[in-house]
């Protein structure tokens, strides 16, 4: 596949603090691209770098091979910016504010008149079309924000928590018109939203500390963490240690959270017999026994770790 | 023609943001209306006490000679070109219960008519030089009234007793006034700094309406377009000049409405404000570039304007402070501030009748502080919010 967009060895410093240490990445056509990691990661420098708003300190950012820089703003536009902030003219009403946009990118007036009316269609907000923004409901507002977007019609969409903030029916409405830009554009989207993730990325990068940890499919990243399905006790009693030294020599992968006992393994249904006596055998009582797939919150927790970042 | 289209969409959302946009067109025509009701009834009399000790003196035909009274009446015949009082003379009793009304600033002055006046005027009348007595005048002062009191209360007395003694004055004055200055009511002298408020108002509309932008993210919106800080800034000042230029053309209205005339043409004016309007939104650019919400830019826009309002001659004059020359004109400290030059500008057209060949200099000082302040407010802006560094 061609690669579109390409991030090499970007780095931005603000003083002590290095907020993006070394990033390359390369993302390609019609590819929905996903960019996970904790607060302070560093995901927003890098989407901002890579957007063109902030200069790195050293690196760069093409767009099919053209460097962004500041000054270069035809390269800026084949870029769409979805901020993860409502960012409306609030005074404006939702077609005044597209064709606005739209005009500023270059498009005659008509031309972003028409093509602010297909894309309000399409996010179903043709009817408050005529409505001030500051009007408007959070999740309408929220889906304006999307559709600004795209006024220009960009060959990268660059979505920064795209569901935030939405309700269950929008969040659907979003999740399904992101995924039908899919393969008509390139998409990089930022989000702590694993689920989210894993339904709408074909790659998935995970980022901590400014730094890129992984990069591969989301199949490919669960893998990481362990073959098959996880299956989860609940230690009701007994000694969570003997628990561990008991199971450790029958399953190649077994750990502890708390008071909980972690079994990941190919088939690990046909374990659970096994498992019960040799928990029965140390005297120790399961409580609730949940079965289920491996996550990609299993990969980032393994990544990242559990310690809270803010 | 991005800059038109910032413009219109600029120009959209004002007009929507009734609030702001009712207090920037209203504020100056407001206080228009506001001096001409404090005004209406006339122009400012200022209060002379007069402390009368004057005991008066017998006439060889047995009537009482009481100059002190008299006096009293000179004071209170000064007026105005339309008769009404310049001067409203009161009687005190005596120096403590003058001090106690001047301390409450309920009067300007004093005079106080010793004893022997009308004795001494007696003499004088009589050809007797060998006799003066002495007129005490006083006051606060700090008191700005306080100088025009007595100036005026004196030529009154210099008046009365060069006709009680028949003495011509060794030398003759004639007042010749400037232009229609003569003519003009206190409510008309007040116009033309009324005016300038609507002009230095809208450095707050200017660093507001940027610092929003800023402030929402909306700028960063722009940003990611192929905009420059020169359409966007453009866009935005094209749209606040016209609110200027209609603020100052309401308070035209009004005060015109309120039996302003003004012996200029009015274009001129309003040109002048214009002009002035955009040097002030320069300004307001120059403050947004230093904010990141709307509360900061209205905080820190008081500082400008309190400089605008008290040291460009506005409310009172101030003596110039010559920072250097250019061939004869002297360039002055506040000559910085864009109203210093709209006072002057205004008041030549308003009052003295000046034509626009007659306020060129004025134009051009205000044309080259829109530019500086503007370019400035580009770079700073450019500098501070839309780099990328």
Known sequence: MTTVLQARSLTKRYGALT??????????????????????????????????LLKPDSGQVTIRGKVITNGDASTRARVGVCPQNIVLWGQLTCLEQMQFIGQMYGMRGKAARLRAEKLLEELDLLEKKDQLARTLSGGMQRRLNLAMA???????????????GLDPQSRVMVRDYVKSLARRKTILLTTHNMDEADRMADRVAIMDHGRLLTVDTPEALKRTVGEGDVLEIDLDRGSMEAALATLNPILPQVSATNHTLVIRARGVVEHLSTVLEALHAVSAQPGEVRLRANTLEDVFISLTGRRLRE | MKAWTVFLKTLREMLRDKWILGLTLVFAPFFVFLYWMILSGGSTSYTVLVINKDVGVQRSDGSTFRSGEHILAAIRGITYADGSPLLKATIASDRTEADRILRDRGAAAFILIPEDFSQTLQKLESGDRSITTMITFGGDLSNPYYMVAVNLALTAVDGYIQEVTGQQPLIGYMEEPLGASAARSEFEAYVPA??????????????????????????????????????????????????????????????????????????????????????????????????????????????????????????YPLPK???????????????????????VALNKVLTLGAGLEEVVYELAALTILSILYFGIGVWLFKRFHLHSG
């Open chain 1, 19 to 52: 907020a993006v240490d070394d990033l390359s990445l390369e993302v390609c056509e019609g590819e929905v691209f996903g960019l996970l990691g904790p607060n302070g990661a560093g995901k927003t420098t890098s989407i901002n770098m890579i957007c063109g």
């Open chain 1, 150 to 164: 795209l006024v220009h019609d960009p060959e990268i969409l660059v979505l920064d928590e795209p569901e935030a």
């Open chain 2, 194 to 315: 009324s005016l300038i408020f609507a002009v230095i108002m809208l450095i707050f509309l200017a660093s507001m309406s940027v610092a929003r932008e800023i402030e929402t993210g909306t700028l960063r919106r722009l940003q990611l377009t192929p905009i420059s800080s020169l359409e966007i800034l453009g866009g935005v000042t094209g749209a606040l000049v016209l609110i200027g230029v209609v603020a100052i053309t309401l308070a035209f209205l009004v005060a015109v409405l309120c039996g302003f005339h003004s012996q200029g043409p009015l274009w001129v004016a309003i040109l002048v404000g214009a002009v002035s309007s955009l040097s002030v939104i320069g300004l307001g650019m120059v403050v947004a570039s230093f904010t990141h919400t709307v509360s900061q830019a209205f905080i820190v826009a008081n500082f400008p304007m309190a400089m605008m309002m008290f040291f460009s001659g506005v409310i």
């Open chain 2, 321 to 343: 402070v010559t920072v250097f020359t250019v061939g004869a004109r002297e360039i002055g400290l506040y000559d910085i501030l864009p109203p210093t030059h709209a006072v």
